[in-house]
């Protein structure tokens, strides 16, 4: 087992500054191991901490990147030479929030690349807790790739355990086609939703997320919230289903005319998931909740126990990663930082340590 001498990273030395860097190889404490990093992906918090003035919890510098796979070189014996992923959040286990089953949310979380010390995934290896890893014990995709599942893929799944979703559900996924809300589409049609209707304003896009799970997509380009309502409804009635009740809508896009639209289209009994983050205002009569006895629902992050059930969603083939992901070289981490920043990455990009 080739347990290194240092750790090699691209850390954040300051916002918007990264520089290459060895460090010590910490000692390993009870319980902790460390992964050699096999892939991490380029997640958009991360350029909200690099770009946007996103405080981190560990002030740089600091390694950023918390969608890792690896492979245990060192510690903890039960896990030496498994390969895994590292939830992106980690409860304490401990608290009152865990306890109550909803450890995604603890106060006391660590995320790598934000509140583990300042360790992150854009690196060669990365000290991490081991109880709550998932192991990786069979693949049919490279390792690198199942990097998604820790956040662009476990992030949505959480959404659909929040919002209850079964088989025979009908669903709206706001921001269908985009980063997250590609998985949200697809979970959603993989966990048996029986209509799954997916809006974004990509016409490319749109038109491929029907060869991954939507039953039907709306171009919300240049529509009002009101507009993307009537072309809701006359889509139901052709399609012979309710449009004024029972639907649940996951609003991924965090943007004002993606949660405008969402709350045009919550029907009686309907939920609304946030999923998105913006920091902007909506109005809203927040008495139709009252009226429609509907609800809207915040979630946040994934508890690692479903980590399991996520990984293998997407080793069935019900989940499919490799169309929607890039692998590039470390190296070009900063190219790929300017491109993200941009808008101009097709796919999501995990970045595999080459130093
Ligand atoms: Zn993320
Ligand atoms: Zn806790």
Request: with cysteine; charged share 20%.
């Amino acid at each position: 087992m080739p347990v290194p001498d240092k750790i090699t990273a691209w850390q954040m030395t300051a916002p918007g500054d990264m520089a290459r860097v060895d460090l010590p190889v910490p000692e390993l404490a009870p319980g902790e191991v460390l992964v050699e990093v096999a892939g991490c992906g380029v997640c958009h918090t991360d350029i909200g901490y690099f770009y946007q003035g996103v405080p981190t919890v560990t002030k740089p510098p600091l390694i950023l990147g918390h969608e890792i796979s690896g492979r245990v070189v060192a510690g903890d014996e039960t896990w030496l030479g498994r390969e895994v992923i590292i939830p992106a959040v980690m409860p304490c286990n401990r608290c009152p929030i865990c306890a109550a089953g909803r450890g995604n949310r603890c106060l006391a979380q660590k995320m790598p690349g934000n509140s583990l010390g300042n360790y992150g995934g854009f690196a060669s290896h990365i000290p991490v807790p081991a109880a709550d890893l998932c192991p990786v014990d069979n693949r049919n995709l490279p390792l690198e790739y199942l990097a998604v599942v820790a956040d662009a893929i476990s992030t949505p799944y959480q959404a659909a355990v929040r919002a209850g979703l079964q088989p025979g559900d009908l669903v709206v996924v706001i921001g269908g086609t985009g980063g997250v809300g590609t998985y949200m589409t697809q979970i959603a049609a993989a966990l048996g939703a029986r209509a799954v209707v997916a809006a974004d304003i990509n016409k490319e896009k749109l038109a491929r997320i029907k060869e991954f799970g939507a039953t039907h997509t709306i171009n919300t380009a240049g529509l009002s919230a009101k507009e993307v309502r009537e072309a809701f409804k006359d889509y139901c009635k052709e399609a012979g289903l309710p449009s004024n009740d029972g639907w649940k809508i996951f609003e991924v896009t965090g943007t004002k005319p993606g949660q405008e639209i969402a709350l045009e289209l919550l029907p009686f009994i309907g939920r609304l998931i946030v999923i998105g983050y913006g920091m902007q205002k909506v109005e809203f009569m927040l008495s139709r909740l009252m009226a429609l006895d509907a609800e809207i629902i915040g979630t946040w992050g994934c508890l690692p126990r479903y980590y399991p059930a996520v990984l293998q969603l997407v080793l069935d083939g019900k989940v499919k990663v490799e169309p929607f992901v890039e692998i590039r070289p470390m190296s070009q981490i900063r190219e790929v930082f300017e491109q993200a920043h941009a808008g101009h990455l097709p796919r999501r990009v995990v970045l595999t340590p080459d130093f």
